[in-house]
């Protein structure tokens, strides 16, 4: 899937037909999504130990999904 | 488009007239209603008028008075599915007459049902003193048959090569009076011709991949879809269909008629 970041708690997901000034692309391959600036997500599995929230990061080729540890609040 | 004329009473206390017709494009304007007040005093009229409109949807009411009128009367807008002499409504909706300039037309949306092949449409207007009345249907039937439209083109298509394309990966600069056969698609690029006749046609035939989002179709803004499988305009092949596409030049812009099966 490929999806554009937003933040670190927001993705969008590509759509099924982009534009530019001369062309409509439906179905569009993947250098056509890299260029309206989608990238490929790369997800994770949830650690099954411990309370994670899901978090985003981008990279130059990827968006990948990490888990952060929320922090207990009896430690605090 | 056609118009079938019925003079039958398809609803059963409604006569059906068809008093005048222009074509505009893909578009018919029936007149529903024209009236005219002679008197000196304001009057009032009944609107009772059904179509048999088939396969055309209804768009809107062009609604008009040759004097300013301002009374904001209803009318109620009934679409049916009409079989013979048996009609079974399907929805009703009121439509509120908007204040109108004299001599201006203004435009009332009406929401048309897949379902329906007849409209009706009955009020009560109040004709100014001295004023003419009218009111439009405006029929749009852009898709219609697209067997129909397909057939219409493929005659005027002379063949003049069948190119038969093996790669998965096509781009294809359309060419008149030429099919372009190709297999099973991952990619297909339209790119219009550098110039063209008023009665240019060409044909690409192709096979969509085995799932969904797995042919990608990239085409110049300008071509008009008309058929099978356009969302929003667009051309999205689905998976798993042969599909014919019809590309021809309506004189503005180059259309492409699709049809998957």
């Excluded at chain 2, 304001?42 to 609107?47: G, P, S």
């Excluded at chain 2, 749009?140 to 998965?168: F, H, P, Q, W, Y």
Aim: hydrophobic share 40%; charged share 25%.
């Amino acid at each position: 899937m490929f999806v554009k970041f937003i933040d670190e708690n927001t993705i969008e997901k590509a759509p099924r037909v982009l534009r530019d000034d001369c062309y409509t692309y439906s179905n569009p391959k993947a250098e056509t999504l890299f260029r309206f600036g989608y990238k490929p997500l790369i997800e994770a599995e949830c650690p099954e130990n411990g309370n994670y929230e899901m978090k985003y990061a981008e990279t130059e080729n990827k968006v990948i999904v990490m888990w952060s540890e929320i922090a207990d609040e009896a430690e605090e | 488009m056609t118009i079938e004329r019925s003079y039958h009473a398809m609803f059963a206390e409604a006569t059906p007239m068809l008093a005048a017709v222009r074509v505009v494009g893909g578009q018919i304007k029936i007149n529903l209603f024209s009236e005219k007040n002679t008197t000196d005093d304001e009057i009032e009229k009944e609107v009772n008028f059904s179509i048999q409109k088939g396969s055309a949807t209804i768009k809107e009411l062009l609604i008009g008075c040759s004097d300013a009128y301002s009374e904001g009367e209803t009318l109620t807008v009934t679409l049916a599915e009409t079989e013979g002499s048996i009609s079974e409504e399907i929805s009703t909706q009121s439509i509120t007459i908007p204040t109108l300039t004299a001599n201006e037309f203004e435009r009332v949306s009406v929401t048309d049902n897949a379902n329906a092949n007849a409209i009706k449409v009955t009020g009560t207007v109040t004709i100014p003193a001295g004023a003419s009345f009218m009111i439009y249907a405006v029929l749009t039937d852009e898709t219609g048959s697209i067997a129909e439209k397909v057939n219409e083109i493929a005659n005027k298509l002379e063949v003049t090569e069948v190119r038969t394309l093996t790669d998965t990966d096509v781009e294809i600069t359309l060419e008149n009076n030429v099919i372009f056969n190709c297999g099973g698609l991952t990619d297909l690029e339209i790119v219009l011709p550098a110039s063209t006749t008023a009665d240019f046609t060409c044909q690409v035939n192709f096979t969509s991949g085995a799932t969904p989002d797995e042919t990608s179709v990239t085409a110049p803004n300008t071509i008009v879809w008309l058929g099978d499988d356009i969302e929003s305009d667009v051309f999205i092949p689905a998976a798993n269909k042969r599909y014919s596409v019809m590309f021809y030049y309506d004189g503005v812009n180059f259309r492409g008629i699709t049809q998957g099966v």
